[in-house]
């Protein structure tokens, strides 16, 4: 009953660094997202994917890369980390747009606590 | 483009105290309504729903009503518990073919014994 596992669960990078936060679900959604939260300004959207080999962006996708090879899994790259990255970010996925506009249920992680230094 | 509107908190309430969070909201189309909550170091969980208007999403002794007239979805809960100290999200969908969801930015709520 694992559902939606974000990896890892916190990290600590310098500015110039690159990383990539893991986020995998089993149970077989096509929409998978990751979101960013931030003190004041709730959740903002970076990315999304809407089934294995389409993405897109978001509210607030520079810095960040995406990319889907499988249903499972989509991972979250960020190319050259900065302190203005330092936020909480979540994986959220669900069976589609469609089913969020009409039932809203988008499944989460637990969250990767990302530091920038 | 959509927008959801929360009351700022922190709201300190005592056990037992009613409780109101105000969620006002602009959107293109007819949105449908939801509210999460977020328990501490945890993710997002769906509350509540409405998906037209003069509907009540209800559950765990929380209810809202999508209010159309005044863009309205505010939170209440009759009697507060220990246990409902979270952050509460405002957010809705229209389905567009693009982006789920828009959420307000949360209002933390603190119930004292």
């Known amino acids: 009953n694992a559902g939606v596992t974000q990896t890892p669960k916190f990290q600590v990078l310098k500015t110039g660094q690159s990383m990539t936060l893991q986020c995998a679900q089993d149970?077989?959604?096509?929409?998978m997202s990751w979101y960013r939260q931030d003190p004041g300004m709730g959740l903002r959207l970076i990315h999304y994917?809407?089934?294995?080999?389409?993405?897109d962006q978001g509210e607030v996708p520079n810095g960040y890369n995406v990319s889907r090879s499988t249903t499972e899994d989509f991972p979250l790259r960020l190319l050259s980390a900065a302190p203005s990255q330092t936020s909480v970010y979540f994986c959220?996925?669900?069976?589609?747009?469609?089913?969020?506009?009409?039932?809203?249920?988008?499944?989460f992680g637990e969250g990767s606590r990302l530091t920038v230094l | 483009g959509n927008s959801v509107t929360q009351m700022e908190g922190p709201v300190t309430l005592s056990e037992e105290a009613f409780l109101t969070i105000n969620c006002t909201y602009t959107a293109t189309g007819y949105p449908s309504l939801f509210w999460y909550v977020q328990y501490p170091g945890e993710g997002l969980q769906l509350l509540l729903k409405a998906t037209k208007a003069d509907d009540k999403g209800s559950n765990k002794g929380f209810e809202a009503t999508y209010r159309k007239e005044t863009t309205s979805f505010h939170l209440e809960k009759g009697s507060v518990q220990v246990s409902d100290s979270a952050v509460y999200f405002c957010?809705?969908?229209?389905?567009?073919?693009?982006?789920?969801?828009?959420f307000g930015s949360g209002t933390r709520l603190q119930v004292q014994p």
């Open positions: 959220a996925s669900s069976y589609g747009l469609a089913a969020i506009a009409n039932t809203g249920e988008l499944f």
């Open positions: 957010a809705l969908a229209v389905y567009t073919g693009r982006r789920a969801l828009t």
């Open positions: 149970m077989n959604h096509e929409y």
């Open positions: 994917s809407v089934g294995a080999g389409i993405t």
